[in-house]
C-alpha cells in the first residue's frame, strides 16, 4: 500500500507543479512581456535585400548576385541557381560571403549574363535550422531583349 501512497503523492505534486507553471505563464502574459504573435517571423532568416533587386531591369549584366539576409545563412547548406532565357541554367561560381559583412551571400555568374529575363532562385538555413527559400527575376538589356519568357 505504501507504494500506492507514494505514486497518489507524486501525482498531487505533478498537478501543483504544473498549475504554479501555468500560473506564471498567465502572470507573463497579462503583463505584457510575451513577444507578440506576429514579432514571431521577425525571430526567422530571411531575405532582406538583393542586387539585383526583383523585377529590376538592368543595362548591363551584373558582375555578381549578391543576396542580403536578416542574419548570416549557414553558407555550407545555401544554394542560388540561376536560370535564363529558354530556362537555362547558368554556371556560378562558389557562393561566398560579402567581405565584412557575414549576413550577404555572393554568387558569381561563371560567364557575362546575355540579355534576357533570368529567375533567380536561393535557399538557405539560419543558425537555428529554420530553412527559407525564395524565388524572384530580372531583366539584363531590356524588356525588347526578352528571349525565351
Known amino acids: 500500500m505504501k507504494s500506492i501512497h507514494s505514486a497518489g503523492a507524486i501525482l498531487r505534486r505533478s498537478r501543483r507543479l ?3 507553471a501555468v ?3 498567465a502572470a ?3 503583463a505584457g512581456l510575451a513577444v507578440p504573435a506576429s514579432a514571431g517571423s521577425a525571430f526567422h532568416l530571411r531575405l532582406v535585400s538583393s542586387d539585383p533587386a ?3 531591369t538592368l543595362a548591363a549584366p551584373p558582375a555578381a548576385l549578391r543576396l542580403t539576409f536578416s542574419e548570416a545563412p549557414e553558407l ?3 544554394t542560388v541557381r540561376l536560370n535564363g532565357p529558354g530556362d537555362r541554367a547558368v554556371a556560378l561560381g ?3 560571403r560579402a567581405r565584412g559583412d557575414r549576413a550577404t551571400v ?3 555568374p561563371r ?3 546575355a540579355h534576357g529575363r533570368y529567375a533567380l532562385t536561393w535557399r538557405t538555413m539560419s543558425h537555428d535550422g529554420h530553412a527559407m527559400h525564395g524565388t524572384f527575376h530580372f531583366t539584363v538589356g531590356g524588356a525588347g531583349h526578352d528571349h525565351g519568357h
Do not use: K, W
Open 76 to 78: 555550407a547548406v545555401t
Open 94 to 96: 562558389r557562393l561566398a
Open 111 to 113: 560567364a557575362p549574363l
Open 23 to 25: 500560473a506564471a505563464l
Open 106 to 108: 555572393v554568387a558569381t
Open 18 to 20: 504544473r498549475t504554479g
Open 28 to 30: 507573463v502574459l497579462s
Open 54 to 56: 526583383p523585377d529590376a
